[in-house]
């Protein structure tokens, strides 16, 4: 097969694979993405002794989406999941990436409704115990943003930068306190600072009677595995038989064509020149062949020899 045709064939094959995996179940990133909601919950001496930062996020889209979020350079994941049917917590895919001069979360999930949990380290000077919490810039913008302040055990005079409103009892029977900030553009950065007098490092969860540190964070609860649906599976597979099916139809297809183009040659050609035979003396000035009782070439007078 000609050079022409391997790069044709090889270049539409591309785009047949490239149209494949573009139907993978994953809600594509884009300008128009945005969080519906983002409560960041920020819980700290809970379980260890640092910061445990809960994002709830919602992103506006059904089905599975695929989210980059950034993360503070000294973050510690512990937990990345959705929630499923019957509000099921269950396992989402991730990695971490380093660009920009800053870290990533890459988020793979099943639905639109993520939790992800991630430590950070805090002040804990005497009876002096606080946190510098920084998030962003943010990737998209977000239409409800919401910070929570639960309040340590034996922890007094509790107060935060910019102020936060008066505490409320929530989860656990715990106070918190709540700061709205409502809309936020993409690449905003949400701060908040904490200061409070704490006179001893006991933990919050150990007060409770959990089990410390608690293995399934926050939600204090497995997170189940997530296999996607059988029937999307299926669906999968048939793409990529059809594909490839689709692809040995155009190498055959490419073949054919080329065969119609440049037929075969099933006799072979006979020169010119008419096959040399050793039986007969050819004259070695000019090659004309001499008769049995020739001594001298006919056309040219050269004697033969």
Known sequence: MPKKYRVVSLIILFFLWFSLLSRVPTFAVGPAMRFSALDIDLWPEFDRSALLVVLHSKIEASGPVSITLPLPADAKVNT????GDNDRLLQAQYHLQARDHG??????AGGNALQIEFYLPMTLTGHQHGF???????????QAVTINVQKPTHAKNLRGSP???NS???????????????????????????????PDMNLTAVLLGMTTPLTTGSSNRPIAPYSPPRGRTIILLWGILLALLMSFGLIAYTMWRYRLSHPQRTKKQTSDVEKFDMSIKYCRQCGHPFGPRDHYCTRC?????
């Open 168 to 198: 409320d009892i929530g989860l656990y029977k715990l106070a918190y306190y709540h700061r709205r900030l409502g809309t936020r553009p993409a690449g905003a950065t949400i701060e908040q600072k904490v200061m409070y007098d704490k």
């Open 80 to 83: 990345v999941a959705f929630r």
């Open 103 to 108: 870290r990533y979360l890459i988020i793979s």
């Open 132 to 142: 510098d919490f920084t998030f962003g810039p943010l990737p998209y913008p977000a």
């Open 301 to 305: 007078g050269a004697p033969r020899r």
């Open 163 to 165: 102020a936060m409103a």
